[in-house]
């Protein structure tokens, strides 16, 4: 069993930057594939990025390539996901998930935390 808990959203700007934070318990996070998902009001659970655990290769979604970069820190058994250049598109809540195959499909992921809000004002 993995638990996991997002951190370090809230309201930010248009054209900011906030750093979002998904700290692990109960296992080691780099034996799994975690990603990055995001859910806007009436809207499905859409990928956004993920890393690998062994070898920590990323990936992301065209519409936040570029922008958003994830990272992980296996002594503290967290993955970051840094978002820069934010517009309103990006309002969403935004879950961490880990899974142990190599996934972008929200289904694949059997452990997710409970989400934090992203709102960026225009």
């Known amino acids: 069993q993995v638990q996991l808990v997002e951190s370090g959203g809230g309201l930010v700007q248009a054209g900011g930057s906030l750093r979002l934070s998904c700290a692990a318990s109960?296992?080691?996070?780099?034996?799994?594939?975690v990603g990055w998902f995001r859910q806007a009001p009436g809207k499905e659970r859409d990928f956004v990025a993920r890393?690998?655990?062994?070898?920590?290769?990323?990936y992301y979604a065209d519409s936040v390539w570029g922008r958003f970069t994830i990272s992980r820190d296996n002594a503290k058994n967290t993955v970051y996901l840094q978002m820069n250049s934010l517009n309103a598109e990006d309002t969403a809540v935004y879950y961490c998930?880990?899974?142990?195959?190599?996934?972008?499909?929200?289904?694949?992921?059997?452990?997710w935390g409970q989400g934090t809000q992203v709102t960026v004002s225009s």
């Open positions: 109960g296992r080691t996070l780099s034996t799994y594939t």
């Open positions: 998930a880990a899974a142990g195959v190599v996934s972008s499909t929200p289904a694949n992921y059997a452990y």
């Open positions: 890393i690998r655990g062994n070898p920590g290769t990323t």
